[in-house]
């Protein structure tokens, strides 16, 4: 390296800065110590995939066992977090600080303390991203039910259950022909006296579980609109590399090939921008289209609720202003 | 390595236990499946027929529901009594 | 605000006040067919009007509906028919639940350990239940009059509540860790 060193400063031409083997020490640390976190997470993940299953087979209708199952898996997902960021508040920066005052900026001993910290800071995120990621996943995969053979097995449950249910007063059948989510008064057909109609629980879960087939049933728009808006943001990305690259003339005439690109790039950009909530608004319709044919006699209710849901989602959903 | 392993497969095991194993509140979830309840006139016994709505009893005015009913999911105005 | 709003017609004659009430009652383990003879109806009846209040909830993009009911809910205690209910169990621990409503630094307390609670597996509603004889419904409509309150906190006084609470999650967090042979990477060092 010694020929080009020729015309720097002398600071510059200096051996590595006392620090940088401490610095390098401590990176191999944490290295070390952010893959035998990654065991453990996947011992924790592992034997969270393994052992769910059972607890989910054999929990009460509102999985309270799985429930405890999973926030303390969660909690320890979040001990794990917990502790590496202790790693990097208490072992990364203060030697960070300590270091950054008796170094001049722009010197190769700045730039080295510099990149180590942020290089440092970036292992720690991508660690935090990673484990978010496999937490969900994991969570996911344990979770994931096909509503579909669910739905229709409680709704044959219920209408099976009601062909034994009779009139108190005279014993006919009460041939029950709807879905009663809640206890009701329901006429006898024969002697025309009321009866207090109990549904029993699966009845009273069964708007609860239509809401989840029809969500099942209206995923793909939801996926497509978050795909159109990670693909407007890697646009965005794009564009602000390119224009950061632009010479000046570029620019200012508004020409030349960096700008062309950037123009192509911005109609794809808007158009994801503008697809993206549409995906959304035919993810929640098509939520309600659902529900209506699961549960017709709800359908009021159910248009109301869309209006109410739609006003709120819609009040977050906002436009990015390029400049171009 | 191998008996690290099995310590932490017990960390997922006293896991397991502590979810499964605790009361909850408000207790287990019952299952009841669908069936009528009692629904004579506590005061007389008679049975209620359609026709003479739900607030009160057709044959002792034992009130069954004191306040006045409106238009709800299943229940109606028109389930008021007449009397 | 909620006079002349059809969002707050009472369904059935049960009013907002009286379903936010009931549900406190029920919360702290009121069994239903003692909240509907209180109201003076039938369980049909109660249910129809129940899911009304629900459906009325969700129809409401405003919330204004659900902000009520917060507030109807820490009153509970004052309602006319069902105030004085409770449950069969009775009504848990009365100086306990004094010092809640009263001690913002023990309500705060309570939270942390409860979010530690769930986060190490527990059920945080039965732990304060089992720790210190206050219900869920006890300890929401408490966490009701404390968040009314809140809105007239300065920042700094808020902050120092968080700052509380977030230590002893950390400390109930060790306690449950401990009670159950630690974390899982307790042993892996920097």
């Known amino acids: 390296m010694g020929l080009f060193n020729w015309g720097k400063s002398k600071e510059e031409q200096q051996q590595p800065p006392a620090f940088k083997s401490e610095l390098d020490a401590l990176e191999n640390r944490l290295d070390t110590f952010l893959a035998k976190m990654n065991e453990r997470i996947d011992i924790l993940l592992t034997g969270f995939l393994q052992e769910a299953p059972a607890i989910i087979a054999t929990d009460d209708r509102f999985g309270q066992a799985y429930n405890r199952f999973s926030a303390a898996m969660k909690g320890q997902a979040g001990n794990m977090r917990e502790k590496v960021q202790d790693v990097s508040e208490n072992q990364i920066e203060p030697v960070y600080r300590q270091y950054i005052d008796t170094v001049s900026a722009g010197s190769e001993a700045y730039r080295t303390l510099y990149e180590w910290r942020n290089r440092c800071a970036e292992k720690v995120s991508i660690w935090e991203e990673q484990l978010q990621l496999r937490v969900d996943q994991a969570t996911e995969q344990v979770e994931y039910k096909d509503y579909e053979p669910v739905f229709s097995e409680m709704m044959h449950t219920y209408y099976e259950q009601c062909k034994s249910v009779n009139c108190r007063q005279c014993g006919a059948p009460l041939h029950i022909q709807q879905v009663y989510y809640y206890t009701a008064y329901v006429t006898c057909g024969s002697c025309q006296t009321q009866n207090i109609f109990e549904p029993g629980v699966i009845a009273r879960d069964i708007e609860h579980t239509a809401r989840k087939l029809a969500e099942q049933r209206s995923k793909h728009f939801l996926d497509l609109s978050e795909q159109r808006r990670k693909e407007e943001n890697e646009y965005y990305r794009q564009m602000h590399a390119i224009q950061t690259g632009l010479t000046l003339k570029e620019l200012e005439t508004q020409s030349g090939p960096g700008y062309q690109q950037l123009l192509v790039l911005e109609e794809k950009r808007l158009q994801a921008e503008k697809e993206a909530p549409e995906l959304l608004d035919k993810y929640y319709r098509n939520i309600f289209d659902e529900l209506n044919k699961l549960l017709p006699d709800l359908k009021e209710h159910h248009e109301k609720f869309f209006v109410s849901l739609q006003t709120n989602y819609q009040r977050y959903q906002s436009k990015r202003s390029t400049n171009i | ?83 | 605000m909620s006079q002349n709003n059809p969002l707050f017609e009472p369904i059935h004659g049960i009013s907002l006040y009286d379903y936010s009430s009931a549900n406190a009652k029920l919360a702290n383990g009121v069994p239903v067919e003692a909240i509907c003879s209180a109201l003076g109806v039938e369980i049909p009846v109660w249910e129809d009007a129940s899911q009304g209040w629900v459906q009325r909830m969700q129809e409401d993009a405003d919330f204004i509906v659900i902000s009520e009911m917060g507030t109807f809910f820490a009153q509970a205690d004052q309602h006319p028919k069902l105030g004085h209910l409770q449950p069969a169990a009775g009504g848990g621990n009365a100086q306990n639940l004094q010092l809640l409503a009263t001690d913002r630094y023990f309500y705060e307390e309570l939270n942390g350990a409860r979010s530690a609670a769930y986060e190490a597996g527990l059920d945080g509603a039965q732990w304060i239940q089992d720790n210190y004889g206050i219900s869920l419904g006890d300890f929401q409509q408490v966490a009701m009059q404390w968040m009314e309150q809140q809105k007239n906190e300065a920042p700094e006084e808020m902050l120092q509540y968080v700052n509380h609470m977030e230590a002893k999650r950390q400390e109930y967090a060790r306690k449950f860790a401990d009670e159950n042979g630690g974390n899982i990477a307790d042993d892996v060092d920097f």
Do not use: W
């Open chain 2, 1 to 83: 390595m191998i008996q690290e392993e099995n310590k932490k497969m017990s960390f997922i095991e006293r896991m397991k236990q502590r979810a499964v194993s605790q009361q909850q509140y408000g207790g287990k979830a019952q299952d009841i499946t669908a069936g009528t309840d009692e629904s004579a006139c506590p005061n007389c016994g008679a049975g209620r027929a359609k026709q003479d709505g739900l607030t009160h009893c057709a044959y002792c005015g034992h009130t069954f529901n004191i306040t006045t009913l409106t238009d709800g999911h299943y229940i109606k105005k028109s389930d008021n009594a007449n009397t």
